[in-house]
């Protein structure tokens, strides 16, 4: 699908359009993300757009021909792909539309239509949106971006994995939410053929199970149902050109309760002042829970995929945290 010259060829390409995000070291703190290990945070909280979804957004626009783009981009999303695609579509001067499900969150609806996209709500999970917005493709010649089984929005996820090893070339492990697979196949292929061995470990919500199932099953799977409460992570089914590159590379993929992702969102935003959505804070939910347990002294990079108030809904909420 993609290989580590696709990725170098689409951070030449988005450079001008996102930003270079910081890593931070997680430490000092008073309740470390895992004891032991030496853990990083990836700050893709602070892309342009929120979310790493900017990245593989700019990476398909810039590949787009004038007549491709004559009609605009639509897209189906949970919440940040929607954003991402509206943002670039603006930047270009571009009509988009963005059909997300019922359970999107209302501030993602409300940059969505921030950027100047029109916004239809259709269906409960992002498979039943995507079928809405390939039909409106199909309607109007409007280009199609998919989230994740795009080979030019995947080489541009990819790119968060060139920064994160040039900023430190001794990460051992790289901890990646995943809803359909394009940030994590991207990184993964980016991050293997820079530092063979690298552990590349995925983390779902155990609601959204879609990479972990298909993965003990040796094939794609669709899942029966979607249960998890963050549509960003609930696609019921990838794609196989995404799952052959997240079986070559990926060590694991390991599951989080919705809670948790609650609790680490809350985490983040107490202990670092990391405001990040449900997403982002899936690789910290996979350390504060225990879902991936380190090894002493080992170098861990968990990507914050995404900004969001949902730190502050916990507090609101009552939410306990289960550190501090």
Known sequence: MITLDDVRAAAARISPFVR?????????????????????????????????KARGAFSRLTLLGDEARAKGLVTA??????IAVAYAARAAGLAATVVVPTAVHPDKAARIRSYGATLIVEGAVWDEANARARAIAEETGAAYVHPFADP???AGQGTIALEVLDDDPGIDTLLVAIGGGGLIS????????????IRIVGVEPAGAPTLHDSLAAGEVVTLAAVTTRVPTLAARRTETATFDLIRRHVREVVLVEDEDLARAARHLWVEYGIAADLSGAASAAALLAGAYRPDPGERVCAIVCGAGADALATCHRGVPDIVL
């Open 186 to 197: 991207g990184v993964a292929t980016a991050a293997a053929a820079l530092k063979p061995g």
């Open 152 to 154: 030019a929005v995947a």
């Open 77 to 82: 999303s949970g919440g940040n792909h929607g």
């Open 20 to 52: 270079r995000t910081p890593s931070m070291a997680a430490e000092p703190a008073q309740h470390p993300l895992a004891a032991g290990a030496r853990v990083s945070l990836k700050l893709e909280s602070l892309q342009v757009s929120g979310s790493f």
